[in-house]
C-alpha cells in the first residue's frame, strides 16, 4: 500500500472506531497490506483488493482468542 492510502485508511479507522490511539503502518517487505496497531498492541491486518482496478476495497483482519474473551479478576 502505497503512504498516500495507509494515511487515508488511518484517518477513516480512527473516526469510524472513534479510537485516536488506531495505527495503520507499513508492513516491511508486503506492499498488499499493512498492519493495526492500537497503541504497542498488534490487533490484525488489512489486506488490498485490487483484483478489478475499478472496484478496490481494502478487508480488515482480526483474530481474537478466545482466552482474550475471559473477563480479568
Same mark, same amino acid.
Given at each position: 500500500?502505497?503512504?498516500?492510502?495507509?494515511?487515508? &485508511?488511518?484517518?477513516? &479507522?480512527?473516526?469510524?472506531? =472513534?479510537?485516536?490511539?488506531?495505527?495503520? $503502518? $507499513?508492513?516491511? =517487505?508486503?506492499? !498488499?497490506?499493512?498492519?493495526?496497531?492500537?497503541?504497542? +498492541?498488534?490487533?490484525?491486518? &488489512? *489486506?488490498?483488493?485490487? +483484483? !478489478?482496478?475499478?472496484?478496490?476495497?481494502?478487508?480488515? =483482519?482480526?483474530?481474537? &482468542?478466545? *482466552?482474550?474473551? +475471559?473477563?480479568?479478576?
Amino acid at each position: 500500500m502505497t503512504p498516500t492510502e495507509i494515511t487515508k &485508511l488511518n484517518n477513516y &479507522l480512527r473516526r469510524k472506531f =472513534q479510537l485516536p490511539a488506531l495505527e495503520v $503502518r $507499513r508492513r516491511p =517487505q508486503k506492499d !498488499d497490506s499493512a498492519e493495526v496497531y492500537i497503541g504497542d +498492541e498488534f490487533i490484525g491486518v &488489512l *489486506f488490498k483488493d485490487d +483484483e !478489478d482496478p475499478n472496484d478496490i476495497s481494502y478487508n480488515f =483482519q482480526m483474530a481474537i &482468542l478466545d *482466552f482474550d474473551l +475471559e473477563e480479568e479478576g
